[in-house]
Nanobody
Framework: QVQLVESGGGLVQAGDSLRLSCAASGRTFSRYTIGWFRQAPGKEREFVAAVRWSGGSTYYADSVKDRFTISRDNIKITVYLQMNSLKPEDTAVYYC???????????????????WGQGTQVSVSS
């Protein structure tokens, strides 16, 4: 059973940086993709970024691709989301999630991911 635990959220000012962590356990993740999603109050959960564990290829939502960087640590079995130049519209609960991707899939829909962490709050003040 996949377990995911996020950490690193907080309250920052616009323009600041923050790094989120997602500690993964319960599986060998070589055929998984780990993604970050976010959900603001009253809005749907949206895709932010993802990394294929095997090979480490990454992909992003257009809204964050020049500011956020996703990476993974094979030793610590942890995925990071480095967020720079934060904006008030980045305020949301951030979730990490795991998707089984044995082929060349690059999932972006929340329904493609079947294991989720509990979320961590990121608040950006103007």
């Amino acid at each position: 059973q996949v377990q995911l635990v996020e950490s690193g959220g907080g309250l920052v000012q616009a323009g600041d940086s923050l790094r989120l962590s997602c500690a993964a356990s319960g599986r060998t993740f070589s055929r998984y993709t780990i993604g970050w999603f976010r959900q603001a109050p009253g809005k749907e959960r949206e895709f932010v970024a993802a990394v294929r564990w095997s090979g480490g290829s990454t992909y992003y939502a257009d809204s964050v691709k020049d500011r956020f960087t996703i990476s993974r640590d094979n030793i610590k079995i942890t995925v990071y989301l480095q967020m720079n130049s934060l904006k008030p519209e980045d305020t949301a609960v951030y979730y990490c999630a795991a998707a089984w991707t044995p082929g060349w899939e690059r999932p972006r829909a929340a329904t493609d991911f079947n294991s989720w962490g509990q979320g961590t709050q990121v608040s950006v003040s103007s």
